[in-house]
């Protein structure tokens, strides 16, 4: 079992900057897969950033180039710097990873992850 605490979240304007970490409880080092989500008000779950255990990152074309996933394997963390945050990336911030050895993919689909963070809410205002 693998538990996962975000943090990092809160308010900024548009154009600033947030780092989000995810805390996991198991090593980071032996998920094939873990990532990061989003859930805006009345939308749907998103896919905003994931990396594989070698370290292979793929993003959401909406985050492309403002936004970094990363991971240290020394502290068990996961992170997402996001910078020249626009009010579109209003959402509460979900931590993943994969619970079954699956690899990420190029579409991040919710179900290819079994662990899940609590979330952590992003405002940002115009």
């Known amino acids: 079992q693998v538990q996962l605490v975000e943090s990092g979240g809160g308010s900024v304007q548009t154009g600033g900057s947030l780092r989000l970490s995810c805390a996991a409880s198991?090593?980071?080092?032996?998920?094939?897969?873990m990532g990061w989500f989003r859930q805006a008000p009345g939308k749907e779950r998103e896919g905003v950033a994931t990396?594989?255990?070698?370290?292979?990152?793929f993003y959401a074309d909406s985050v492309k180039g403002r936004f970094t996933i990363s991971k240290d394997n020394a502290k068990n963390t996961l992170y997402l710097q996001m910078n020249n945050l626009k009010p579109e990336d209003t959402a509460t911030y979900y931590c993943?990873?994969?619970?079954?050895?699956?690899?990420?993919?190029?579409?991040?689909?919710?179900?290819?992850?079994?662990?899940w963070g609590q979330g952590t809410q992003v405002t940002v205002s115009s």
């Open positions: 993943a990873a994969e619970s079954d050895g699956t690899w990420c993919r190029v579409i991040m689909r919710e179900t290819d992850f079994g662990y």
């Open positions: 198991g090593s980071t080092y032996s998920r094939n897969c």
């Open positions: 990396i594989n255990r070698i370290g292979t990152t």
